[in-house]
């Protein structure tokens, strides 16, 4: 069982002091800027159930607007809603830079929060929170990565369709050898195994994740392994890594790129399928650094670009972002749904948690805030060219 606090003390509910309704004012105004009100009849307006609510945002930005979620200062019918028009006018940038964010952004700048050392932090606190969490959240495969909604009719045919994609993008050939970098619960290494006849090693840093991933792939010429990307050695005809580089960090992307060049043939394609922020940045958003993904941040073009100089030929980059906010509000339909299960397992202010988290990120989404990219890369370029698939 998950242990927190109670959402609320008696203390919360006492009057707030006449400087707060400065606050509220404040927060009042910033909200109309993106077609919000407070307390009003529309399933995005902001239900306000305690009024230090107001200077607990001013002060901590996304981290306190988040927290007061969890701990019931304030609810909202659709917050994926929500979050879509606080993020389509940019509204945290105009709450200002809160004292988290800056000690997030020091600390991006001066330590590498993506060491080695320091890489099964997001395993331990993210991955493996619990294997029947994801399975009750997830598609039949676990597929913890954006769909592919093309002429998907569901989330189980939008996953499928992109493993697919994924394996026609590369060429996947039957016997080639394959490296799948962040195998997740062994989703792709199984599809590629089973559908393509490739032989695959799959590395993980959660223990969860490995120990389902061995199961799920039993009798295939699947190879599971618990250990860091930078650990890796052999040689590969194809290298995919599908949702895993926003964990790498960015003083790491060059090196993560050497240790690609270093396994992959002269002649294989490298397919890196992650989130990708507009801009570039040093460090992630706070609330989700502290509740979902630590030491997480979203690469940008730019930062891509750099880590892929000189060595590398972007032979084709596809943005289906887009589909994130359906694959979101598929899997939060789906965590909804078994949450009576779940409930005996992860107390009420987890659930307020993973709601938030599923739903606020598929607003992200929606507002094209965040993107989702799919790059294939080659050592010198495809000698005979390459032709893009959709």
């Known amino acids: 069982m998950v242990q927190s606090k109670l959402p609320l003390h008696q203390d919360d509910l006492a009057p707030p002091p006449a400087e707060s309704r400065q606050a509220r004012d404040k927060v009042e105004w910033l909200l109309q800027q993106a077609g919000i009100a407070l307390n009003g009849g529309q399933p995005w307006d902001m239900q306000v159930l305690n009024e230090h609510l107001y200077e607990r945002i001013l002060a901590q930005g996304t981290l306190g607007l988040g927290e007061a979620y969890m701990d019931g200062w304030w609810d909202c019918e659709r917050l994926d809603q929500f979050a879509f028009r606080a993020l389509r006018v940019d509204l945290p940038s105009r709450v200002g830079f809160a004292w988290h964010d800056a000690g997030l952004a020091l600390r991006g700048l001066l330590a590498n929060l993506q060491s080695k050392a320091r890489a099964s932090i997001v395993g331990e606190r993210h991955y493996d929170l619990g294997n029947r969490l994801y399975e009750c959240m997830l598609d039949s495969r676990m597929t913890y990565t954006c769909g592919y909604w093309r002429n998907a009719a569901d989330l189980e045919q939008a996953q499928a369709h992109k493993l697919d994609l994924v394996c026609r993008k590369l060429g996947l050939q039957a016997g080639q050898r394959l490296l799948d970098i962040g195998c997740g619960w062994g989703s792709f290494a199984e599809f590629a195994a089973r559908q393509y006849g490739a032989q695959v090693v799959g590395i993980t ?186």
């Open 205 to 390: 840093i959660s223990r969860e994740q490995a120990e389902l991933a061995r199961r799920r792939c039993q009798g295939l010429p699947v190879e599971i392994l618990l250990q860091d990307y930078r650990e890796l050695q052999g040689s590969f005809d194809h290298v995919v890594s599908l949702g895993m580089f926003e964990h790498v960090g960015w003083k790491n992307y060059r090196t993560y790129m050497r240790v690609v060049q270093r396994c992959l043939r002269d002649s294989g394609l490298f397919l890196l399928h992650t989130i990708g922020s507009n801009q570039s940045g040093l460090y992630g958003d706070a609330w989700l650094d502290r509740y979902i993904f630590p030491n997480g941040q979203l690469p940008s073009i730019a930062q891509i670009g750099k880590a892929i100089e000189p060595d590398w030929v972007m032979e084709d980059w596809h943005n289906f972002g887009a589909d994130y906010d359906h694959t979101l509000m598929a899997w939060h339909a789906n965590f909804e749904r078994h949450w009576g299960e779940l409930s005996a397992h992860y107390d009420q202010r987890f659930y307020r948690m993973w709601r938030y988290y599923l739903l606020t990120c598929a607003g992200s989404f929606r507002a094209r805030r965040n993107q989702l990219w799919q790059i294939v890369l080659a050592r010198g370029g495809a000698p005979a060219g390459y032709q893009s698939l959709r």
